[in-house]
């Protein structure tokens, strides 16, 4: 196809890996997804909730970043792709809308629109490649069957239910999420290789920065509107100073120097497209899902300061220690460490401490709260003090 009909994104200029608008509006649709999970797993404050959630979590991340890949490789602002993304917007919301029933009366909706999102828009890239190389379109060609493979039992998930609904949507996601690993390998077709993944890093690292921004901004939201409606008191200011400041100490962790640091190293690498399916694909659902737990934590402290029953011990400690882990495997993977930040595995240790004396009761809630933001935030003045030490005796 000629340059001037091609749908591909531009490559080499400043402004080629810039997060366009229609992404921005597009990302608007995940914010209510967000939200919709975080008010499911509060609603289902159980071993079987927290696994319903957890895949349907899993679910919104895969169909979102499937569709940042998407744009990484075609231009958003050409007609026909920005068309394509506004059709993905409809069906995202009736996605998103379908969450807190999804394993009761609007699984099938939600399994529809879930395949629609991920067969539709791989079927339509395939349409936009046409003309362009070979093993461009052999790769999209193979994303299409594995993820019609997996279609097969999201409608069939849909058409059952209770635990027979669960197997199903498993093995679908399974399936969609060992892919990349296996490099969407298929007999006749081979398998696609790292030079077709050949990614734009800028691009890629700040539409997951969003993401991230996305998932902090939703447990914001989610404390000043529980704020807002509980009477004045000490207890209550405490609890909500506590959620913001837990909030402020992810943001630090992120993006202080991990983000940008990360950015830099993909837009400079030789192999960008390891790193965007290792770091961002597979890591970064660790940082949201711990950011979304986060939010259905501080959501408790603020309801319930006084007592904190087993299940939202584990949310409590759970949300930070997710976050932590996932921030950890991805400046590791990103730096090349030998191993993780010391300050994010101290942290790691730190919290996991606190489980014994928690799950007995030791603590109330607001207390266990407040413990573990001091955790963020010693974690995160650890890492900024020396990473600050480090740059000063390099000079």
Known sequence: MSRSRSL????????????????????????????????????HLSLGGALQVALLM????????????????????????????????VAGLLLSSSIPQAFGERGLLFAGAYVFMQVGRTAYSLWAVRGEPLNMTRNFQRILLWLMFSGVFWITGGLLEGPQRLACWG????????????????????????????????????RCALFVIIALGESLLVTGATFAELATSAEGVLAFVVAVLGSIAM???????????????????????????????????????????????????????QHASQAAVLVIVGGPWLFLLGCALFKWVMNERPLPPLSHLAGLAALLLLLPAAWNQWFSALA????????ML??????????????????
């Not at 229609?22 to 609603?43: G, P």
């Not at 399936?175 to 290789?193: A, D, K, N």
């Not at 630090?252 to 830099?264: I, M, P, Q």
């Open 8 to 43: 591909l994104r531009g490559r080499g200029s400043h402004d080629s890996g810039k997060v366009g608008m229609v992404e921005l509006f597009f990302d608007l649709v995940f914010v209510f997804a967000v939200t919709q999970l975080s008010h499911s797993l509060l609603a």
């Open 58 to 89: 899993v679910a919104v991340w895969w169909v979102w970043i499937f569709t940042s890949w998407i744009t990484n490789w075609l231009d958003p602002e050409a007609l026909p792709i920005r068309l394509g993304l506004f059709v993905l917007m």
């Open 171 to 206: 093995l679908a996601l399974a399936i969609e999420v060992l892919s990349p690993s296996l490099y969407f390998w298929v007999p006749g077709l081979g398998r696609s290789t790292l030079e077709d993944w050949n990614v734009e890093g800028n691009h890629m690292a700040e």
């Open 251 to 305: 943001w630090w962790v992120y993006f202080d120097s991990g983000a940008e640091r990360a950015h830099h190293r993909i837009a400079h690498s030789s192999d960008p497209g390891r790193q965007a399916r290792i770091a961002y694909t597979y890591l970064h659902v660790l940082i949201v899902a711990g950011i979304i737990v986060s939010a259905v934590a501080d959501e408790l402290v603020l309801v319930h300061p």
């Open 368 to 375: 266990l709260g407040s413990l573990t933001a001091l955790v």
């Open 378 to 395: 010693l974690v995160a003045a650890w890492e900024t003090l020396a990473l600050r030490e480090r740059a000063a005796s390099r000079q």
